[in-house]
């Protein structure tokens, strides 16, 4: 079956530090996101990619980047982590036409910055 | 720019009771896609419905049911005789494209239903 995943799953690392999420999903669809999660602000849009070599920055993308080499993946990385990055960060994958779609997301990755 | 509002940030019933969860929208564009989402304590998102801005008719799934209402800009979503099993966080979420589902998500509700 077709699956979108995340990893890792949790994560700790020390503030100014590198770090990197992955997000790999085998429907093959062209639009991917990356969404951080925070008490009280549901979920927010960090980057999106609309195929290969598209990247466009969300409402909350300060010291995030993606890039998109291929269509299944669409890694987010944390230039120099802070500890206000500590959130759930949800990757979603959706078709790029037609009104009875719906965006699938991956199980989230909890990431903890200290 | 869009927005959506869920002002129930906690919500608790006992079993068997009926439950409504809140949500209002901001939006300046005339088609739109409403979305309801469901977090369940293992913490993937669950997709339940999505409703075009052109059909206003009330849905029921079971023991869910969602009215939407374009006066009001509300899209809320009701739980009938509620079980320890619909206990979650309850988002809903905005599109404006039907090209790519991209969601402007409210804040949630956390629905306990306890036994």
């Known amino acids: 079956d077709a699956e979108i995943t995340q990893s890792p799953r949790h994560k700790i690392t020390e503030t100014g530090r590198q770090v990197t999420l992955a997000c790999h999903q085998t429907w093959n669809h062209n639009n991917m996101f990356w969404y951080r999660q925070d008490l009280g602000h549901g979920l927010r849009l960090i980057h999106y990619?609309?195929?290969?070599?598209?990247?466009n920055k969300g409402e909350v993308s300060d010291g995030y980047s993606v890039s998109r080499s291929n269509t299944e993946d669409l890694p987010l990385t944390l230039e120099s982590a802070a500890s206000s990055q500590t959130s759930v960060y949800f990757c979603?994958?959706?078709?790029?036409?037609?009104?009875?779609?719906?965006?699938?997301f991956g199980q989230g990755t909890r990431l903890t910055v200290v | 720019a869009q927005k959506v509002t869920q002002a129930q940030t906690e919500i608790s019933v006992v079993e068997k009771e009926d439950v409504t969860l809140d949500c209002v929208y901001e939006?300046?564009?005339?088609?739109?896609?409403l979305f309801w989402y469901k977090q369940p304590p293992s913490g993937e998102l669950v997709f339940l419905i999505r409703?075009?801005?052109?059909?206003?008719q009330n849905e029921i799934s079971g023991r869910y049911s969602w009215n939407f209402q374009k006066s009001t800009s509300s899209f809320n979503f009701t739980i009938t005789a509620s079980q320890v099993v619909d206990s979650a966080v309850y988002f809903c979420a905005l599109s404006l494209r039907v090209y790519d589902n991209m969601l402007t998500f409210g804040g949630g509700t956390r629905l306990m239903v306890k036994p």
């Open positions: 409703r075009n801005s052109f059909d206003e």
């Open positions: 979603a994958s959706s078709e790029s036409a037609g009104m009875n779609t719906e965006a699938f």
């Open positions: 990619s609309y195929g290969v070599q598209d990247t």
């Open positions: 939006t300046r564009d005339t088609t739109y896609y």
